[in-house]
């Protein structure tokens, strides 16, 4: 069992930055992947970035070039630096891991205003 817990939301101005982090409680280093979901109201939650435990990374194509995800295994936590920020990532973000499940954190809010 591993608990997720999401830190660093809150609220930014169009072109600010955030840096959110995702402390396990368990091992990640044995996850094989590791990401960072958002939803938004009245949307579907996506993917927003994932690395694998070899350090392969993917991006939605709205985020790439500015969030950067990133773990320290030693520190059993994940990062999700957020960069350019826009009106449209205000979300609730989420942290996730996946071996053959998935686990999820309680999720932290990120409203960027305009």
């Known amino acids: 069992q591993v608990q997720l817990v999401e830190s660093g939301g809150g609220l930014v101005q169009a072109g600010g930055s955030l840096r959110l982090s995702c402390a396990a409680s368990?091992?990640?280093?044995?996850?094989?992947?590791m990401g960072w979901y958002r939803q938004a109201p009245g949307k579907q939650r996506e993917l927003v970035a994932a690395?694998?435990?070899?350090?392969?990374?993917s991006y939605a194509g709205s985020v790439k070039g500015r969030f950067t995800i990133s773990r320290d295994n030693a520190k059993n936590t994940v990062y999700l630096q957020m960069n350019s920020l826009k009106p449209e990532d205000t979300a609730v973000y989420y942290c996730?891991?996946?071996?053959?499940?998935?686990?999820w954190g309680q999720g932290t809010q990120v409203t960027v205003s305009s």
């Open positions: 690395m694998t435990s070899s350090g392969r990374t």
């Open positions: 368990g091992n990640i280093f044995s996850m094989p992947v």
């Open positions: 996730n891991a996946r071996n053959t499940n998935d686990f």
